[in-house]
């Protein structure tokens, strides 16, 4: 008996390889065809994921609001503490979007449009102070010279014609915002945010299933501290380009830099890619300024930038962020590079709170082998 389900096992391992292999056989034979297939599947589910991906976003303020609530002494609040609080929020966030789309849009908007129609002029001008330059000045090398020559003759703005632009930013709108599309985004971010609960105990139920005690404890563990670190990374980084935008923007403007707002706006969404973010945005800000409003303006505006910047980085950004992270710069300039290189802006701006996570589990791991050893050579010292 026990022979033959031993066979029986083996027969079985060996059927389950052989299938695997021709089924990984027949995808890349038929790649092409299998990535259409996945690829018209996605665009199918995309309303939904983007509806989980609101949902999860709007998680913790929705709990906060709802926790506010259940503490009134209205019975009719408190009883309903849930839908009042998912109302709230999507109150606020339409707002915000409302004061976005209203105030800070048309801003960035025209001075964007302003950029492009004269930066034909804003380029020969650039050009002509080079060559107004002396000729041993250590810009005049001949790397430079020779990059110089290479682009002097190009039309630039054609390659930055408006029309095109916008002609191509409303076509991504229009392919990505369907009406359809947006209802169903909505309502499953509603329906998450309404039946968290009932769909959070399912899939603990899930895991206690699947797992042993010891494992679903470990799997819960970590995903909670995953979840708190990922939606603090965000949270936290999003007020901070906020507010760094803000006042950057401001010392611009007083400043009389020409684009301020686009380039407080552009400098402040840079800055939520950790570490990196800030310097590039402030580098390309820096050119800008010094083509349009020449070098005297161009220093001023890397200097007022930079002590902003050392300002949120030493005081406002810890007070956001606080210490949930807990990792290095060596690493969080490791995490951006390896991020960015493989997944772009994404990557980059995601790959911070991965790599907590991952630093977690390493330590967690570290730690239970080293008591593992200290028990097994406690063990051998007793013996």
């Given amino acids: ?67 506010f609530f259940s503490k009134s002494k209205s019975k009719f ?51 002509d102070r080079y060559n107004a330059l002396p000729e041993d000045s250590i810009l005049k090398s001949d790397i430079v010279n020779d990059a110089i020559q290479s682009i002097q003759h190009i039309d630039i703005k054609q390659y930055f014609q408006m029309d095109k632009i916008i002609g191509y930013v409303m076509t991504a709108v229009q392919a990505v915002t369907g009406i359809v599309d947006i209802f169903v985004t909505l309502i499953v971010s509603i329906y998450i945010l309404a039946e968290r609960t009932k769909i959070i105990a399912f899939l ?49 403007t007083i400043m009389g830099v020409r684009y301020a707002p686009l380039l407080g706006f552009f400098i402040g969404l840079f800055n939520m890619i950790p570490f990196v973010g800030a310097i590039i945005a402030t580098v390309i800000s820096a050119l800008i300024t010094l083509i349009t409003g020449g070098l005297s303006q161009a220093i001023w505006m890397l200097i007022v930038t930079i002590v902003l910047q050392q300002i949120d980085a030493n005081i406002i950004n810890p007070k956001i962020v606080g210490q949930s992270l807990k990792i290095s710069p060596l690493l969080v300039l490791f ?49």
């Fill in 335 to 383: 995490a951006v590079t390896v991020g960015g290189a493989y997944f772009g802006i994404l990557g980059m701006f995601l790959a911070v709170p991965v790599v907590a996570v991952i630093r977690i589990l390493v330590d967690d791991f570290v730690s239970y082998r080293l008591v593992v050893k200290k028990r097994e050579k406690k063990m051998v010292v007793e013996k």
């Fill in 77 to 127: 609040v408190k009883k309903r503490a849930r839908v009042l609080s998912i109302i709230t929020v999507y109150l606020i966030v339409l707002l915000i979007i409302a004061v976005l789309i209203g105030v800070i849009l048309p801003v960035v908007i025209e001075s964007v449009t302003d950029f492009l129609n004269n930066i034909q002029n804003y380029y020969e001008t650039a050009i």
């Fill in 204 to 252: 603990k139920r899930v895991a206690s299933a699947m797992f042993k005690e010891r494992t679903y404890k470990n799997v819960n563990k970590y995903f909670n501290n995953s979840n708190e670190i990922f939606f603090k990374f965000i949270a936290s980084q999003f007020l901070d380009a906020v507010v760094v935008g803000t006042l950057i923007t401001i010392a611009l």
């Fill in 1 to 67: 008996m026990e022979k033959i389900k031993n066979d029986w096992k083996k027969w079985l391992y060996w059927f389950l390889l052989g299938f695997a292999i021709i089924v990984v056989y027949n995808i890349f034979n038929n790649f092409d065809e299998v990535m259409g297939v996945l690829g018209r599947f996605f665009d199918i589910v995309a309303p939904f994921i983007a509806g989980i991906f609101i949902a999860y976003l709007l998680y913790m303020p929705c709990r906060k609001i709802e926790r």
